[in-house]
């Protein structure tokens, strides 16, 4: 039995404790938050102990695993002190507030010989590991471009962080993950409309090393919820629909087949094809990944290095839209190692 708690019960913390709750081979312990009420009520809608100090918790349980969803803020100072008592940790994305943050959190948990994952939960819907499968097999064959939507209304509950620490580390990850390249030029224009002090709307362009053109709309000011990906190639377009799990695949009727060895001589409609995906919910899989990983029966699919590229690349776009300019490949390489050495 792997012995878990939860710490941090806003919206994201109640979602792991439910799903923790429930799952087989998992016994979790408490729950804690600073806000007294909180905590007494996720304890006793979940029946475990519940408190205010993380500190008083981790002394008190005897844990195998912590997750950390407390405000990006704290995301340091929490992870840390579970990684100093000894447990692997589990901390909700983005990783850090920044690089150097992040940097300290990954050094911490190598030292300490302890498992560090990150929540980029996007990894494990059914839809995104169907369309990496599709992608794998040569569906669209040659990719030209992929496009991320993340956008729906303000959350009055983020404070600490805008749109692109917030959500477009999603969006990042998951192309970096399905093109398997990384980003060499990026230039990004934002905007603050609501969110009383960061940005709250975003419009990217991004360059990968593999060719793709990466474009990434992601905003706090849009009346309804959007979350799509496509991925553009020879074969036609897959779709992603994040929140119905769908993955459609709209054909390029004079694409050649994957084997033959010819250019791509045209574009029109063909067929459109709904492909079949196992639903389920990315939260349970991310947890029961993360919990196997921590019984030694697998790796970390999305570790701490996976989450400071991820915030690398978001910290980049802001300062590309504060500063008006793009970044290029050594620009990029800069930020990154002036960033982690200012970790050390």
């Known amino acids: ?10 919206h994201m913390g109640q979602n792991h404790t439910r799903v923790l709750r429930d799952m087989a081979g998992v016994e979790l312990l408490a729950v804690c938050d600073q806000n007294a009420d909180a905590a007494r ?10 408190y205010e100090s993380w500190h008083e918790m981790l002394a008190t349980e005897k844990l195998d695993a912590a997750i950390v969803a407390v405000p990006t803020r704290g995301h340091l100072d929490v992870a840390q002190g579970a990684l100093a008592r000894g447990l692997h940790v589990l901390v909700e994305k983005p990783i850090a507030t920044n690089l150097a943050e992040g940097t300290a959190l ?17 990894r494990f819907n059914p839809a995104v590991r169907e369309l990496r499968r599709r992608m794998d097999a040569g569906d669209i064959g040659r990719v030209f471009q992929v496009h991320g939507q993340r956008q729906g209304p303000f959350p009055a509950r983020i404070r600490d962080v805008g749109v692109v620490i917030d959500l477009a580390t999603h969006d990042l990850d998951v192309m ?46 849009t009346p309804t919820k959007i979350r799509r990906l496509s991925v553009l190639g020879e074969g036609g377009l897959l779709e992603v629909d994040y929140l119905t799990q769908e993955l459609t695949h709209y054909k390029n009727s004079e694409a050649a087949p994957p084997e033959a060895d010819r250019q791509l001589e045209g574009v029109s409609e063909g067929e459109v094809v709904h492909h079949q995906v196992e639903k389920g919910e990315p939260l349970k899989l991310e947890l029961e990944s993360f919990v196997k990983a921590v019984r030694g029966d697998g790796a970390v699919e999305v570790d701490g290095e996976d989450g400071l590229r991820a915030l690398h690349l978001a910290q980049a776009l802001v300062e590309s839209a504060q500063g008006g300019r793009t970044f290029d490949r050594e620009q990029l390489a800069g930020l990154w190692t002036s960033s982690r050495r200012a970790g050390d």
Do not use: P, Y
């Not at 039995?1 to 806003?10: E, H, K, N, Q, S």
């Not at 009520?41 to 519940?50: D, E, I, L, R, Y």
């Not at 980003?183 to 603050?192: D, S």
């Open 1 to 10: 039995m792997t012995r878990l708690a939860v710490i941090g019960l806003g």
């Open 41 to 50: 009520s996720v304890s006793a809608k979940f029946g475990v102990k519940g």
């Open 106 to 122: 990954v050094d911490s948990a190598r030292r300490a010989g302890r498992l560090l994952a990150v929540g980029h939960v996007e």
């Open 176 to 221: 970096r993950t399905v093109l398997g390249s990384e980003v060499e030029r990026l230039h990004a224009e934002a905007e603050q409309r609501i969110h009383t002090d960061h940005e709250d709307m975003l419009n990217a362009l991004l360059r990968f090393e593999n060719g793709v053109v990466g474009v990434l709309q992601v905003n706090w000011l």
